[in-house]
């Protein structure tokens, strides 16, 4: 009997399976900045459930890997058929542990796949919004340059303009005065001909009247003087 024992239990030593230390990943909760695009946001808080349900089945895969590995070194060591049944059972426990992990497996490597596609086209609308913001800034800053610009260019179309004006007010101003001028010298010339013409008019007058005077008196004389004696 004794030997019977040490046999089972050299045998349940070699079949006893090394037990694995699981390595458990704990999903870090990641908050969410403010500026973060809210699809992104959406699917990353599905993503981090995801994960986190796929820990907590880590978990239990591996309690149940150690209940099968109780209930099978039990029912090795035991001849009862209630054990057997138990050591069935707890390896059932295993397979459909594994089998909902396996899912959750799949429904957070699609939840990624999904934030991977989500993120790039929030990268695209980024890019989308800041060239608009860009577009934006350009046009105001244009605008205010325009403003700006025109009225440099109305100051600077004002100046050339008065100075243009100026210069040819000056160009007119000259050629009135030349006209004036000349017509002032062609009054003069007439008046100083006008003058000399009744000075002419006043000098043969004044001749005339001298010529009259010396007769007049001649004549007088002549009828004064007294008979000559004979």
Do not use: C, Y
């Not at 608009?132 to 244009?142: I, T, V």
Request: hydrophobic letters at 40%; aromatic letters at 0%; proline letters at 3%.
């Amino acid at each position: 009997m004794a030997r019977v024992a040490k046999k089972v239990a050299s045998k349940t030593a070699r079949k006893a399976p090394t037990k694995r230390k699981s390595v458990t990943r704990k999903s870090p909760r990641r908050s969410v900045p403010a500026s973060v695009d809210p699809a992104v946001a959406k699917i990353q808080i599905a993503v981090d459930k995801a994960q986190s349900q796929l820990d907590e089945q880590k978990k239990k895969v591996e309690l149940a890997r150690k209940k099968a590995q109780t209930a099978k070194a039990k029912a090795e060591k035991s001849a009862k058929a209630v054990d057997k049944r138990a050591a069935k059972t707890a390896a059932n426990g295993v397979t459909k542990a594994n089998e909902k992990a396996r899912t959750l497996r799949v429904k957070l490597a699609e939840q990624k796949a999904r934030l991977a596609k989500e993120k790039s086209l929030a990268a695209i609308r980024s890019v989308e919004a800041a060239s608009k913001a860009k577009l934006a800034e350009l046009e105001e800053r244009l605008s205010s340059r325009a403003s700006s610009d025109l009225e440099k260019a109305k100051a600077a179309f004002e100046a050339k303009w008065l100075k243009a004006r100026a210069k040819s007010d000056a160009a007119k101003v000259k050629t009135a005065a030349r006209k004036l001028e000349a017509k002032a010298k062609a009054a003069e010339k007439k008046a100083k001909a006008k003058m000399r013409a009744i000075e002419r008019k006043e000098a043969a007058k004044a001749k005339a009247k001298n010529r009259k005077t010396p007769a007049k008196r001649k004549t007088a004389a002549r009828r004064g003087r007294p008979a000559k004696k004979a």
